[in-house]
């Protein structure tokens, strides 16, 4: 983990973190964001429930980019069963080039899109051009739940860090029982975001941690921790 890494947390990410999952056990698994050259690398939250902890672990990650360290990380240190989604062009790059040099994939990854409705998604935007689109396959989580099949199966954790489009796809995902959800929300006014997180709660998600400095007035973004809150006692102090 990158100096620039604990300062953040030490500074932006600590002083949010509420009782229901101490400071001395909240996980820090590293992914490097490119946000800020100032910051570097910050991470993803996790709290270190006995699901999370069990070989029944499983994480569903969507949105990687050009940088998977938090997915590799989770599976480099737990026994997580971890699949990772993201259907943009440079991801498919970067994972192409490891295997030139004879890495091997630790993770599941498929290049589909989280959507609403399955099918064929023609208005994604490919982040590393904004305003240039992409042809992505896209399915609801109800889906990606069934084909692999998790549909029974309670999950440790869900990621989601794709850009806006979570406000689409999370009431879907909102229905579905696991445990944490980590995951970077978009404001886009202080009425959007104020509904957005009531929505979360409202199913029983209580935040363990947030981070602050990059959310003004409802606009922006912001990293947020949440922890189903009859699991809270499970979170070792």
């Known amino acids: 983990v990158s100096t620039q890494s604990f300062f953040f947390f030490f500074f932006f990410i600590l002083p949010s973190i509420q009782n229901i999952c101490p400071p001395s056990r909240v996980v820090l698994l590293v992914k490097a964001m490119l946000f800020s050259w100032i910051w570097g690398s910050v991470g993803f939250l996790v709290c270190p429930t006995p699901l999370f902890l069990s070989k029944d672990c499983i994480v569903y990650s969507f949105g990687i980019a050009d940088n998977d360290r938090f997915e590799r990380d989770l ?3 737990t026994s997580c069963r971890v699949l990772a989604f993201d259907p943009q062009p440079l991801t498919r790059r970067m994972l192409r080039e490891r295997e030139r040099r004879g890495e091997k994939l630790t993770y599941e ?30 399915y609801t989580f109800p889906h990606l739940l069934a084909k692999f099949g998790h549909t029974a199966q309670k999950l440790a954790i869900v990621k989601m860090d794709i850009e806006r489009y979570e406000w689409s796809t999370l009431p879907d995902v909102l229905k579905t029982d696991f445990e944490q959800l980590l995951i970077e929300l978009h404001g886009l ?15 029983g998600f209580v935040p363990f941690a947030k981070e602050k400095g990059r959310l003004f007035q409802g606009r922006g973004f912001q990293e947020r921790y949440y922890l189903k809150h009859y699991n809270m006692s499970q979170c070792p102090r």
């Open 189 to 203: 006014s202080p009425t959007h975001w104020t509904g957005g997180v009531t929505r979360i709660s409202a199913t």
């Open 109 to 138: 990854f498929y290049p589909w899109a989280l959507g609403r409705e399955n099918g064929n998604l023609t208005n994604f935007h490919d982040y590393e051009k904004y305003g240039r689109t992409i042809h992505a396959q896209m």
């Open 75 to 77: 599976a480099a240190n």
